[in-house]
Every structure is written in C-alpha cells, then in structure tokens.
C-alpha cells in the first residue's frame, strides 16, 4: 500500500541487494523510475505480499533528495559518476542481456544470460582447461541483480549465439 505525503511524493520499498545480505529503506520520491535512475545498485520492490511484509519492519524512511549524508547518498553518488560514461544504461529495457565477465586470475570465465531485472537466468563457467559447467537460477542460493545502468557490464556484452554456443557445449555440475 502506497502512501503520498503533502508535496505529492510516495513512499517506495526500496532494496539494496549485496548477496550475502541486504539493505531496505522506505524512500519517499516522485517515482520509481526516479529513484532506480538516481541511485546506483538499488530496486523498487513492488509485490504487494512484500511491501505488505515490509510494512511490519521498522525500516529508516529517507527522501531522495535529502541532503547528504543519508542512507542513499553513495549510491547516489555512484550513479552520478556512472552517468557521463560510455554505454551507461546501454543495456536497460532487453529481455535478456549476455555478459562475458572478464577472465579471472586462474584463467576461468564467466559467461552469463541475465533478465530485464539483471538477475542471472543461466551462466556457463568456462575453466582454463576449457572444461564448460553450465548453472541455473535453480543451483543458486543468491542472486543479487546486476544493475543494467552501470556503464561496465556494455564493454562485456557478447552476443545470444555466442552463450548458446558455450551453453550447448557446457555440461551440468555434479550433483551430491
């Protein structure tokens, strides 16, 4: 349930998932595009089984626009930075987006489909042996969404044949 305070603003539950854990605040602003837009890493939860949930907790309520410092204020810093960079929210608005997350130090690789939210659906890890082991959202216990603004993840898009490609050849882990 949604409130409106006196200067036409409502009040949004707001999300900041890390994986392991997890940030919420009642943030009051115009919209909730508005606040996705000025704050890096953040999400408008909008299930109403979720908010009704969230509506028992004694969460902080923060403006968008408050004054720094306040619970937003790096995220929306990161945001502002993010904003006059090359491919920034280059990937918002497709229904799937392919990243290949650069190689790691032992030579692995991370091929990844994720959903219009950024959440992975599937990811295939391709070892230095070139051995693939291809995952689900099933086989995950977290699944922090990746933010589809960050100018970053454009530089690592590859194309859906190419994921299928590595897909296909990937082999499911061992189960145990």
């Known amino acids: 349930m949604s409130r409106v305070d006196e200067v036409g603003k409502t009040r949004y539950l707001v999300l900041h998932d890390y994986g392991m854990g997890s940030l919420w605040w009642w943030v009051w602003a115009g919209s ?44 929306r ?28 130090e032992d030579g692995a690789v991370f091929l990844m489909e994720l959903g219009p939210d950024g959440r992975r659906l ?28 960050d100018p970053q993840y454009g530089a690592m898009e590859i194309g859906r044949d190419d994921f299928e490609a590595a897909w296909q050849r990937a082999h499911r882990p061992p189960q145990g």
């Not at 960079?85 to 987006?97: E, K, M, N, T």
């Not at 070892?127 to 995952?135: L, M, Q």
């Open 32 to 75: 909730a595009e508005e606040i996705v837009d000025s704050c890096a890493e953040v999400e408008v939860i909008t299930k109403p089984d979720a908010v009704g949930r969230a509506e028992t907790w004694d969460l902080e309520e923060v403006h968008l626009d408050a004054p720094d410092p306040n619970p937003l204020s790096s995220f």
């Open 77 to 104: 810093a990161q945001r502002a930075a993010q904003r006059g960079q090359p491919g920034f929210a280059l990937l918002l608005g497709r229904d799937r987006v392919y990243l290949r997350w650069p190689e790691f």
């Open 122 to 149: 599937r990811m295939v890890e391709i070892g230095p042996d070139d051995g693939a082991v291809r995952t689900s959202a099933e086989d995950w216990p977290f699944n922090a969404p990746f933010d589809l603004h």
